[in-house]
């Protein structure tokens, strides 16, 4: 995973995050504001285009905000479902990946494993965009930074401090790798045993000192949170994980977010959640139906965020 030059033409894939530089996500950023505000201007914009949407794992936004994104600029989106069958099952990922690029523009795929989608990537001609998998969930912390962006300004996006409490899993991963190449301040708390992976922090925090950033661990949500301008949070336990949800809830316990934890923040600090949210788990109600919450804000930018990487990638 390494981080890549400073000019603006792209990569072919989306797979990490890191594939980006500073300079083109903030073209991206620019491009979704605009996409946002005039959206009829990009009706046409994707017209004869397709891409195959490649689903693992259930969903929700991701599954509807790339269909309806394709299709409200003029494209198609043929969604593969593989919950049941899964990826490589009946079919190799390299012939997949050779089959998708004769007849699509991109592959977007939520997967289990990020090493599918590394093959996907090796055997396809066209963009691989990871829309989730078991190490990152880039799209997601695209959208997250968007809407901080939104909330304290394009030019506040450098030096904000973000708190990422609970399990050290794809989501902490893409938000300290994009959080690094903006110049973001992400101070992660976890409970022992379940840190960030050792070689993306590494990584990340390397891509963070060039851009003016940093990445720190806590042992404690307190820690974490003190002074933060922005509360971030996900499930204790991912899906393929639900064997293990009784012994973490109790392992993550004192790592919800509430009202008291909230208060050690800073004042007019915002929660973040990449949804779907076990209420009484890892937040509460009383925090996911406050005015600092923001996560129907990211929601609703997913899909105007994702407009952009097809449009960057595809188009």
């Known amino acids: 995973m390494t981080a890549s030059p400073t000019a603006l033409a792209l990569p072919n894939d989306l797979l990490t995050g890191v594939e980006w530089n500073a300079a083109q996500i903030a073209e991206m950023f620019r491009l ?40 409200s600029m003029g494209g198609s989106a043929i969604l593969l479902d593989h919950t049941v069958s899964r990826l490589g099952d009946r079919e190799s990922v390299p012939d997949m990946a050779r089959n998708l690029s004769r007849w699509v523009q991109g592959i977007v795929a939520r997967v ?26 880039p799209c997601q912390a695209c959208a997250d930074f968007f809407t901080l962006q939104e909330r304290f300004g394009s030019g506040n996006l450098r030096g904000l401090k973000l708190a990422y409490v609970g399990d050290g899993n794809n989501v902490c991963h893409s938000l300290m790798a994009v959080g690094a190449l903006l110049g973001a301040r992400i101070r992660v708390g976890t ?14 925090r390397r891509i963070a000192v060039g851009c ?54 800073a004042p007019g600090a915002v929660f973040l959640h990449c949804l779907p949210a076990h209420r009484g788990a890892e937040v509460t109600d009383a925090v996911m139906d406050s005015a600092r919450s923001i996560v129907f804000d990211q929601a609703e930018n997913r899909l105007h965020v994702q407009k952009a990487i097809l449009l960057m990638l595809i188009r």
Do not use: C
Not at 191 to 204: R, V
Not at 214 to 222: D, S
């Open 112 to 137: 289990f494993e990020q090493q599918k989608l590394e093959q996907l990537a090796e055997y396809a001609s066209i963009p691989v965009i990871n829309a989730l998998s078991n190490r990152f969930h």
């Open 32 to 71: 979704t504001a605009d996409i946002k505000e005039r959206p009829s201007a990009y009706s046409g914009a994707m017209g004869g285009r397709f891409i195959a949407l490649i689903m693992e794992k259930p969903s929700l936004r991701t599954s509807m905000t790339f269909q309806i994104g394709m299709q």
């Open 191 to 204: 409970p022992k045993g379940y840190e960030p992976s050792a070689d993306i922090l590494a990584e990340t």
């Open 212 to 265: 003016g950033g940093t990445i720190e661990l806590f042992a404690t949500a307190e820690e974490a949170v003190a002074d933060a301008q922005a509360i971030y949070t996900d499930v204790w336990a991912s899906m393929g994980q639900e064997a293990e949800a009784g012994t973490r809830e109790k392992i993550f316990a004192s790592f919800q977010v509430n009202t008291r934890l909230v208060e050690s923040a």
